[in-house]
DNA sequence: TTTTATGCAAATTGTTTGCAGATAA
DNA sequence: TTATCTGCAAACAATTTGCATAAAA
């Protein structure tokens, strides 16, 4: 991962196998994991890390502006690689969580701000549903 | 509140002076408490109301469909008496959350659902910055 | 009188913190 | 070599649970 090294460098920050692990799962999937799967999915490779470690990594990254934090509901946090801002879709039955790449944000961001004078620095939009997977029941 | 009564013989759920006062917090204020905050609001009415009902009635609510639960990205979660959808705006300096009449939601939803097929139930969308008493600094 | 709710305290869970030793620069 | 990071264990804070008592139906 070039571009989270440089990133660290920019920031000051050092570049440890552990903030590489972390950020590469993150960066490798679409599946948003909480820190304690990607503290689990990291046993087998990485066997001395601690979940400590992890929930400090994450929050490392996350002021870094390298990951964003999801909160869609449950009881803990989850994870994205993607920081541009995104919808995402929540699957009621298996908990997936889906990108999603509609425009809405912008347009509605400048709605608000109009309407309101509420001046609109970021949003989040989730969508709570079934999956194509889970639609068929 | 007979709205609240009503809703919860239906349900077959009992009438009692602790639902009544959590739900009348709730329906009375847009400042979208915690159970902390409903909690100590509660202390000088209701001194033996212990936290533990508080948070037991907020489910119970929740599950009736009398409340909402939102999940703003703090360390807990705040209730609404406002179940339609609609969205918040959350003010990163005064933590206020104020209720927005935007109309997006329904466009997006129907937009997703075509797009993706991901069968959208419900949506939350939230917009994060400064109120309108907080701009001017 | 029967069933359900309350209130207390203890338990649980996600997350944070302090600190000594380890590691990147 | 020095400043920062890791890993452990203990601390914390929000929420949940078990159970005896109290109150609603």
């Known amino acids: 991962m070039e571009k989270l090294t440089e990133m660290l460098k920019a920031k000051e920050l050092k570049v440890t196998p552990q903030r590489l692990a972390i950020f590469n799962i993150l960066y490798n999937t679409n599946e948003h994991p909480s820190a304690e799967t990607i503290y689990k999915q990291l046993q087998s ?8 470690t992890v929930y400090k990594t994450l ?9 964003q934090e999801i909160n869609v509901g449950e009881d803990s946090f989850r994870y994205d690689a993607t920081v541009a801002p995104h919808p995402h879709a929540i699957c009621l039955k298996c908990n997936s969580v889906i990108d999603l790449e509609t ?3 912008a347009e509605s961001a400048k709605k608000v701000q109009e309407d309101t004078g509420f001046e609109v620095i ?7 549903g079934y999956c194509t997977g889970c639609r068929t029941k």
């Open 45 to 52: 490779t990485h066997p001395t890390m601690s979940l400590a």
């Open 59 to 67: 929050d490392t990254l996350k002021k870094a502006q390298l990951v």
């Open 103 to 105: 425009d809405v944000l």
């Open 122 to 128: 970021s949003e989040k939009l989730y969508f709570y």
